[in-house]
């Protein structure tokens, strides 16, 4: 059974900069799950796709987040990070980690992946 597995959540202070990683459990980046990525959904608004990174470490990321969005992958370790700079309150959001075996750019419906983290609340609070 494949599973990621999402770092914990927490409260961030503004300006921070936090990491989040995601543990692929029960599958190998290499055989199926080629493109990781992040999703994140902001209280009371829709789903924001956020970028993703191939098997290849290429990445891809949104328009609005490329100045300060990093994702990286850890092959040996099956992990993947993200890592969102300067923080603001507007960055306050559940954060899903999600993994397909096909790159769908801008997908935010749950659907479209072949698997989805369980999501974690991140509070950007001073």
Same mark, same amino acid.
């Given at each position: 059974?494949?599973?990621?597995?999402?770092?914990?959540?927490?409260?961030?202070?503004?300006?921070?900069?936090?990491?989040?990683?995601?543990?692929?459990?029960?599958?190998?980046?290499?055989? /199926?799950?080629?493109?990781? /990525?992040?999703?994140?959904?902001?209280?009371?608004?829709?789903?924001?796709?956020?970028?993703?990174?191939?098997?290849?470490?290429? $990445?891809?990321?949104?328009?609005?987040?490329?100045?300060?969005?990093?994702?990286?992958?850890?092959?040996?370790? *099956?992990?993947?990070?993200?890592?969102? *700079?300067?923080?603001?309150?507007?960055?306050?959001?559940?954060?899903?980690?999600?993994?397909? *075996?096909?790159?769908?750019?801008?997908?935010?419906?749950?659907?479209?992946?072949?698997?989805?983290?369980?999501? $974690?609340?991140?509070?950007?609070?001073?």
């Amino acid at each position: 059974q494949v599973q990621l597995l999402e770092s914990c959540a927490g409260l961030v202070k503004p300006g921070q900069t936090p990491s989040r990683t995601c543990t692929v459990a029960g599958a190998s980046m290499l055989a /199926g799950l080629y493109y990781c /990525g992040w999703i994140r959904q902001p209280p009371g608004k829709d789903g924001e796709w956020m970028g993703v990174v191939s098997y290849s470490g290429s $990445t891809y990321y949104s328009p609005s987040l490329k100045s300060r969005l990093s994702i990286f992958r850890d092959l040996p370790k *099956n992990q993947f990070t993200q890592q969102l *700079n300067s923080v603001a309150t507007a960055d306050t959001a559940v954060y899903y980690c999600a993994a397909s *075996n096909r790159f769908i750019l801008g997908a935010t419906d749950k659907a479209l992946y072949d698997y989805w983290g369980q999501g $974690t609340q991140v509070i950007v609070s001073s």
